[in-house]
């Protein structure tokens, strides 16, 4: 595993050298394109339609998770993720229906998904990077495309580039 100044060293080259950019162009789907004609935006708007049917819940996403994961206990989740047993049993019933996006890098970096996992996980809730990003955003996508989940060097990385810090303070 690489020790922080290499990583520090990393994610500057990543910022400069607009590794974000590579990341969001690996995540492209096929891009929706509308021509001028009326069948064509019928047609994509019955496709984003049926996209919003599909949209699964938090807990339903929780869940599937953790059996593919094989995790047995969700308190290793809620604790790595720190998330209160409160609002992560919010979680679970469906209280909380959209999530925060800080929520969902938590639960991503907890569950230690991959950058498409992660990005399939925020299009969910209609959230994704995009190239407006913010710097705390770009460094997150760092850390998950890099799968280097320490929830403490997150927090230390951020903290040096002088960004909210995810992991310090539980929901």
Same mark, same amino acid.
């Given at each position: 595993?690489?020790?922080?100044?290499?990583?520090?060293?990393?994610?500057?080259?990543?910022?400069?050298?607009?590794?974000?950019?590579?990341?969001?162009?690996?995540?492209?789907? %096929?891009?929706?394109?509308?021509?001028?004609?009326?069948?064509? $935006?019928?047609? @994509? +708007? *019955? /496709?984003?339609?049926?996209?919003?049917?599909?949209?699964?819940?938090?807990?339903?996403?929780?869940?599937?998770?953790?059996?593919?994961?094989?995790?047995?206990?969700?308190?290793?989740?809620?604790?790595?993720?720190?998330?209160?047993?409160?609002?992560?049993?919010?979680?679970?019933?469906?209280?909380?229906? %959209?999530?925060?996006?800080?929520?969902?890098?938590?639960?991503? $970096?907890?569950? @230690? +998904? *991959? /950058?498409?996992?992660?990005?399939?996980?925020?299009?969910?809730?209609?959230?994704?990077?995009?190239?407006?990003?913010?710097?705390?955003?770009?460094?997150?996508?760092?850390?998950?495309?890099?799968?280097?989940?320490?929830?403490?060097?997150?927090?230390?990385?951020?903290?040096?580039?002088?960004?909210?810090?995810?992991?310090?303070?539980?929901?």
């Amino acid at each position: 595993m690489l020790n922080v100044d290499e990583i520090r060293d990393h994610l500057e080259s990543y910022l400069i050298y607009d590794g974000f950019s590579k990341i969001l162009q690996s995540l492209k789907s %096929e891009s929706c394109i509308f021509y001028n004609n009326l069948d064509s $935006i019928r047609r @994509e +708007l *019955t /496709i984003s339609k049926e996209k919003l049917k599909k949209r699964k819940t938090i807990a339903e996403i929780i869940n599937e998770l953790m059996i593919e994961k094989g995790i047995e206990k969700p308190s290793y989740i809620y604790e790595k993720a720190v998330i209160s047993r409160d609002y992560w049993s919010k979680l679970i019933s469906n209280k909380i229906k %959209e999530p925060s996006l800080k929520v969902l890098y938590k639960l991503a $970096i907890a569950f @230690e +998904l *991959t /950058i498409e996992e992660t990005n399939s996980l925020l299009s969910n809730f209609n959230r994704a990077f995009s190239t407006d990003s913010s710097m705390f955003d770009q460094i997150i996508a760092y850390f998950i495309n890099e799968k280097i989940y320490s929830t403490e060097l997150i927090d230390q990385i951020l903290d040096e580039f002088e960004e909210e810090t995810l992991f310090s303070i539980a929901n």
